[in-house]
C-alpha cells in the first residue's frame, strides 16, 4: 500500500464512500475493515441537530396576522421536530416596523407548530421590541413554556405567525430566522 499522502483527495464524499479502521470487538480482535460513511454517521448521530435559515420578506411580516410564513414543512408520518434554539437577524432597510406591544408580555411573533394550542406550543416568543428595531441587530430568543411542556405531535410544521393582536403596519426590512432542532421519531425507539 502506498503512503497516504500520495493518493488523491475525492471530490464530495459520498455517504456509500469507505473508509479503513480497525475493528476492535469482533472475532478475531483488532481486524482491519473497511466501514462507510453511513455507518460512522449513524454510530456518532452526526444529523443530531440540524439548523435552517428562513429569509420572511416584508410583505409577509407585516401579513402575520392574517398569513402563517412555513420554517419547516410537516416532519412526516409519526415523526416531529424538537426546537432547540432560535436567533432572529432584522437586516434593516430604512422603515422600522412598529409590531404592537400590548404590554402582557404574551404578544408578540411566535414560532409554533400546525397543531394544538398556541400556548401550549409555542417555545420561542419574538417580542416586539427586537422587532421594531431601527439598526441591524441579531437577537438570541429563550424558550419560554408557560408550564414547562411541549408536547411533540406528528407530522406536525414550525410555522412564525402573529399572537396575542401583534400587528404592523409598516416596516421594510428582511428578517430571518435561524432555527435549530432535531428530527425525532415518535416511537419506543425516538
Do not use: H, W
Not at 429563550?142 to 409598516?170: E, H, K, W
Amino acid at each position: 500500500m502506498a503512503k497516504i499522502s500520495s493518493y488523491t483527495n475525492v471530490g464530495t464524499p459520498l455517504l456509500t464512500d469507505k473508509l479503513i479502521g480497525t475493528e476492535v470487538g469482533g472475532t478475531p480482535p483488532n481486524v482491519t475493515k473497511n466501514f462507510t460513511i453511513q455507518q460512522l454517521q449513524n454510530l456518532i448521530d452526526v444529523t443530531k441537530y440540524k439548523q435552517v435559515i428562513k429569509k420572511i420578506t416584508p410583505a409577509e411580516m407585516l401579513s402575520l396576522d392574517t398569513t402563517d410564513v412555513e420554517i419547516l414543512p410537516p416532519a412526516g408520518a409519526n415523526k416531529t421536530y424538537n426546537p432547540i434554539d432560535l436567533l432572529v437577524y432584522i437586516d434593516f432597510n430604512s422603515v422600522a416596523y412598529n409590531f404592537t406591544d400590548l404590554g402582557n408580555g404574551a404578544c408578540g411573533i411566535v414560532v409554533k407548530r400546525n397543531t394544538g394550542p398556541a400556548g401550549a406550543q409555542s417555545p420561542f416568543k419574538i417580542l416586539p421590541a427586537s422587532l421594531n428595531s431601527s439598526s441591524k441587530k441579531t437577537d438570541k430568543i429563550y424558550a419560554s413554556m408557560a408550564n414547562d411542556t411541549l408536547t411533540l405531535f406528528n407530522d406536525a410544521s414550525i410555522l412564525i405567525r402573529s399572537f396575542a393582536g401583534t400587528v404592523a403596519n409598516q416596516g421594510n426590512s428582511d428578517i430571518y430566522i435561524k432555527l435549530t432542532y432535531q428530527d425525532i421519531n415518535l416511537s419506543t425507539t425516538f
